[in-house]
């Protein structure tokens, strides 16, 4: 369904071929398909006419440089833009500290968006980062959620208040008085989550920040919120005045439109993403990143990370060694396909991958030659084979593959292609070897970055 | 009749505070017999707006220009009502009943307001005079169990679990054990939150199916998906996702008090064609409503 940006302005643009200026009529129909892009990422149907409005001055009478073609061109002018809008470069510092301490930080949002987990994380970050923070429930409404941020707190070994009232503003203010008699010199007020529209509710959030004086009051959004996201987050700012915005649950496949309608809802930065289940999962926003997401351009970066993760990189050190000096051998490829089975299904992957000119179908046609059925099955011939043979595959002769064949279960001929498809790798990687290929290879690559223009074609 | 009537109250009463919020040049744009290029456009802003989605809304906005160019006068309210309640009826709800022990799960992504909607099922059933036993069964985050302890005395029914950390699977075999031997009617299993692209956590909800079935070959009798209204467009990955991965036989909208307007329940049901049982419009226990479809539309359309 959600068919990837870079898919759909390749086809629009393939009537710009050759033509040098962005013009009013040939922008047109590229203009639409960011639209659609925007819209099913969740971006709120306002901020999506503005950004377009913006992006078609931008774009109009703009030359087309040397090397890309008008496609390339345009989204790079959009995705520039996307990014500026977002934050453009991250601040060094990502939060403002109270000149005299302890410095206040007060988490606002819906219901279910994620605070108190939150707030876990972002005290874990900040003690790392060298201060001291302390953990303060003060949702008293929802059943077990004071319990629940000591157990976070816990979890992060940070320190977190306890009191007997059941008045948050109590609360807040016996906190800020313990944290400064024990120099603690971070306080994170964790608040109920509530509906904008609640006016009591909202009321008791203005008495906090009055009693408490935060430095940063942040709101906390789910990353996979519709168009809603622009009332919320609008209502939360008039009447609270946020400093800034976590975004959480972005280790989802949602495109996160909405972190882009929070920024122009709000004009406030957002500060950080948590992604994961993790205390540790929790990082500074990269406008970037988010850019390409919700323009859905695949997140290269994320696959990358993701990669990173999964990975062990001694292993793919070890591997890659034995490849340069021509020694791959049917061991080397079970290990490899283990790894790229450590990174999930075939499809996940190749859906993250940016490959222009390669439609979603003809993806999963991709995928599907290395379905993950297909990766068992090989694995499992692999598997039947004795280490000897794995080190030397001319050992296998008819005899021992009808072993191999019956030990996994497939047949000879299948137990036949990977022994080929396993000597084309090797082939490969002979040439792989050869400086030539990698010169061509790495030439070819240049050309795909768009000429090294900072945008991910 | 008159339990039911209130119920509809409620459930506008819920959705008003949305309209307020949004929809006032929707209600004018409905109200005329001709729209020309630029009404059309609007409206079809507007109704983006409560995350339909654009494939939704263009057939919309299709039926719409169809029924323009066939006739002189139209009515825009009517039109967009009978498209959008096709979708909506395609399937009907299943009422809840328990001729034997019948086992429902909850699932969803995090936040979306499980646990509470397992509470307040809880007490409508039990208010029914039906017996209903609890079963803890999200062992992941701090203090779910307590919290859903702390439903069960509001509710005033027995809540099974046992240590965090431990075996969801585990604890649903001896919810379903337990419920079977006494003839409970209804046993509620709670599940952690969890995103639908993390294949492991989506096994596991697979496990527990398959322990239940241990107990009783056909449970789990319901699955439901708790979807929170604020949803985007996501939604529809959530939901095919989890009816793969658990079998999901009802939908159950949450926050429908707030400014959203859960209108990616349209595309959803459009794919998947599963009924919505509930709607949860507060966090009061009576805040759990059974969904109605015409109400829902008028919300999303009226003034």
Redesign the interface.
Known sequence: ??DSLTEKLSKAMKALRGQSKLTESNIDEALREVR?AL????V???VA?TFLTRVKEKALGAEVLQGLNPGQAFIDIVHKELVEIMGGQADEKPLSFAAQPPTVVMMVG?????K?TTCGKLAKFLKKNGSSPLLVPADV?????I??????AK?AGIPSFHHESKNPVEICEAALKEAKLKGWDVVILDTAGR???DETLMAELSRIKAACEPSEILFVA?A??????V??AG?FHEQLGITGVILT?T?????G??AFSIKQATGRPIKFTGSG?KLDDFERFHPDRMAQRILGMGDVLSLIEHAKDKIDEKDAERLANRMAKNQFTLEDMRQQFQQVSKL??MT?IMGMLPLPGITKEQKEQMAGLATDKRMKHLTAILDSMTPKERANHNLLDAKRKRRVAGGSGRSVQEVNQLIKQYLEMKKMMTQMNDPKFMTRMQRMAGAMKGGGMGSPF | MALFTGLIDKFRQGLR?TQE??LRPLGHLLGLKKLDEDQLLELE?LL????L???AVDRLMLRLRFELKRSNEIDPKAILKDELLKVLHQQPTRPFVAPSTQVVLLVG?????KTTTLGKLAAHLKGRGEDVLVVAGDT?????I??L???GERAGVPVIRNQMGGDPAAIAFDGATSAKAKGTHWVLIDTAGR?????HLMKELDKIRRSLQKVIPDAPHRVLLVL???????????AEAFKQAAGVTDLVLT?L?????G??VVPILERLKLPIAFVGVG?GVDDLIPFDADAFVDGLLDV
């Open positions: 369904m959600f659609m819209l099913e990422a969740d709120h149907v306002a006419r819906l219901q279910g968006a994620g108190t409404y929802r059943p077990a959620a319990e629940q941020l000591h157990v976070v979890d509906l904008h529209l789910d996979m919120t519709g168009q809603d996201a009332r919320s209502s649950k280790d989802g496949d949602t495109r439109g909405a289940e999930g299904s996940k | 505070r919020v949004v802003d983006l707006q409560a995350d989605g654009v494939h992504v995090n936040g979306v307001g992941f985050r701090a203090a779910a307590d919290q302890e702390l439903w995103l639908h692209t993390k294949d929170d209204a604020t949803t985007g467009q996501n939604g529809i990955h959530q926050k008090d707030g400014s959203a307007k209108g990616v966090e």
